[in-house]
């Protein structure tokens, strides 16, 4: 494992494990600041491996992060409800990210509803 991967995996799990309480393993806790640089580093991802998954067609691009949570397990989960605009008008999505040792995997990007227009 290359030192910088390693350095951003032990990182993000102190400042996860920081803001945990009672119930550090397994529970679903609020994320503090959805407008953390990291937050919207794996939003934008979650968009992006959708937009890829999709092969293109109707594009989406991340508007806002409207909630967030984290779960620490073998690493770090994170679900999140994005707004996104493109495709075919605006859209709320719900998506959950797996983070271990610095890498992402989207587990699944889910419409919750979509907007009239």
């Keep these: 494992m290359k030192p910088v991967t ?8 102190a400042v ?3 803001a945990v309480s009672a119930n550090p393993y397994g529970g679903w806790q609020p994320i503090k600041n959805i407008h953390s640089h990291r937050v919207q580093e794996i939003a ?3 968009v992006g491996m959708h937009n ?3 092969n293109f067609k109707h594009p989406l691009r991340l508007t806002s992060i409207r909630r967030g949570l984290f779960q620490v397990v073998d690493g770090v989960n994170y679900r999140l409800d ?3 605009a493109g495709g075919n008008g605006g859209s709320m999505y719900r998506t959950e990210v ?3 040792l610095g ?4 587990m699944f990007f889910t419409p919750i509803y979509k907007e009239l227009n």
């Design 82 to 84: 994005v707004t996104v």
């Design 6 to 13: 390693f350095l951003v995996a032990l990182t993000t799990v």
């Design 52 to 54: 890829m998954e999709n």
């Design 103 to 106: 890498a992402l995997e989207l």
């Design 16 to 18: 996860v494990l920081s």
């Design 44 to 46: 934008r991802f979650a």
């Design 98 to 100: 797996h983070e271990r």
